[in-house]
């Protein structure tokens, strides 16, 4: 082996050993401080890429999550005002029956209406309740609100208990039950019809109408105003009802026809809140068989004003439109009947009003329950939504795991041996330096 000075290449290739160990090591270093085996586009550019989408979609997940909860903070916050209102309705409903009641006098009916204009007070209170600033209750947060020709809704009450081939021209003699059984209603038998609207009852108890031969079921409602506020659908034979709020057709839930009251004039101040219909002997006696179900009605239309469509978005998911909607609609007491414009309470002062009262209280409390239903359905949606997004986070975080995450004891093994490698590689270094130093004894 020839002796030389001028290049050692011994140290050279020692050297650069001792560059890559130091390289390796560093990598080591950085992977064992981090706890990344993918720390940046230069260690895996596919796998960091892949890493870096993970981490985008685990943050939009989380985000999800806390959106969910969010929502379902808001849902709760309306669902206590909804279920206070309730309360309150049932305690109005107490009050009503006991109104009806003619052991009390006008003093102690005087003394009820107090208590049912202040709890009518309490649900407008209700109805303000507020999430982070937004008013939840008071319809400003409807769905969209179409009805017939962009005029909005108007109240239908269906009744499914007459005979099929029951219309607004048959003769009321004639009228017959859902079993094909003749009501009875006899010559000189009498109608009252009483119905609620803007807070003031309307009846015809002094005036009823007088069954005759000609007399048909329309007749019922022909004297003023009530002839100018309700009427009867004419949708012979089918199980239509009337235009629902996105202005599409409602039918029967059981698809057989029905009979619908409902309002002349749409939105809410045509609405129709209460309405009773009693049919007496020529003596006065009620006629309960009859009465059952002539009276027999639910509210299937609720009346609306025209609304732009203001529901709420709840966004959870990753992309865009992956959301759930929910409409509020107006649970103040004039939306629920309960109340004029003005805010006059329903008045209860008299027997007829008290009666008719009962049943404007039955529908403010289908209405409300209508509300909570919708709340409590996407409330029980949205703990599935956040159940979804929890496993999802994870399971997304678990793959993301695999591809960037170090293995912390390979990690360790490779710093080791590294370790070793780069202190073994210096001791050569220092080796190969001593050989070029021999020459200098031949110089002597």
Wanted: proline fraction near 2%; hydrophobic fraction near 35%; include cysteine.
């Amino acid at each position: 082996m020839a002796m030389i000075v001028k290049n050692n290449i011994g140290a050279k290739k020692t050297l650069n050993e001792l560059n890559k160990n130091e390289k390796a090591m560093s990598k080591d270093l950085k992977k064992l401080a981090s706890g990344l085996k993918i720390g940046s586009a230069a260690d895996d550019a596919s796998g960091y890429a892949i890493s870096e989408r993970m981490a985008v979609q685990i943050r939009g997940l989380d985000q999800d999550s806390q959106n969910t909860q969010n929502s379902q903070a808001l849902m709760k916050t309306a669902s206590g005002a909804l279920d206070s209102t309730m309360d309150i309705l049932k305690t109005l409903k107490e009050k009503a029956i006991n109104a009806a009641n003619d052991t009390n006098t006008d003093a102690d009916r005087a003394t009820i209406q107090k208590e049912v204009n202040q709890a009518i007070q309490q649900i407008d209170e209700n109805a303000q309740v507020t999430y982070n600033g937004k008013t939840i209750l008071d319809g400003s947060k409807n769905s969209e609100v179409v009805g017939l020709q962009g005029q909005g809704t108007s109240t239908h009450l269906t009744n499914g208990y007459f005979a099929d081939n029951t219309k607004k021209t048959s003769r009321i003699m004639n009228l017959q039950s859902k079993t094909g059984e003749n009501l009875n209603i006899l010559p000189g038998d009498k109608i009252i019809v009483s119905y609620v609207r803007n807070g003031v009852t309307y009846t015809n108890a002094d005036n009823p109408v007088t069954v005759t031969s000609r007399s048909r079921f329309g007749d019922m409602f022909e004297w003023t105003p009530c002839n100018q506020d309700l009427d009867i659908a004419d949708y012979s034979y089918t199980s239509k009802i009337g235009i629902g709020a996105n202005g599409e057709d409602i039918y029967t839930v059981d698809g057989k026809s029905a009979i619908s009251y409902h309002a002349k004039n749409p939105g809410l101040d045509g609405q129709i809140a209460g309405l009773t219909i009693r049919v007496e002997d020529s003596e006065g006696n009620p006629k309960k068989s009859i009465n059952r179900i002539m009276d027999n009605f639910t509210e299937t239309i609720r009346a609306q004003d025209p609304s732009p469509d203001n529901a709420m978005t709840f966004q959870v998911g990753t992309k865009a439109n992956q959301s759930i909607r929910l409409g509020f609609t107006d649970m103040r007491s004039y939306a629920l009947g309960l109340a004029s414009k003005d805010g006059k309470a329903i008045d209860i002062s008299s027997q007829v009003s008290a009666n008719a009262a009962i049943s404007a209280f039955d529908n403010a409390v289908e209405k409300v329950l209508a509300q909570q239903t919708t709340l409590g359905a996407v409330t029980s949606r949205m703990d599935y939504t956040n159940a979804n997004i929890v496993t999802a986070s994870e399971n997304v975080t678990a793959s993301k795991s695999v591809i960037s995450d170090a293995d912390m004891a390979k990690e360790m093994t490779s710093f080791t041996k590294n370790n070793i490698l780069t202190q073994a590689a210096q001791s050569m270094l220092a080796q190969a330096n001593q050989t070029s130093s021999a020459v200098l004894s031949l110089l002597q």
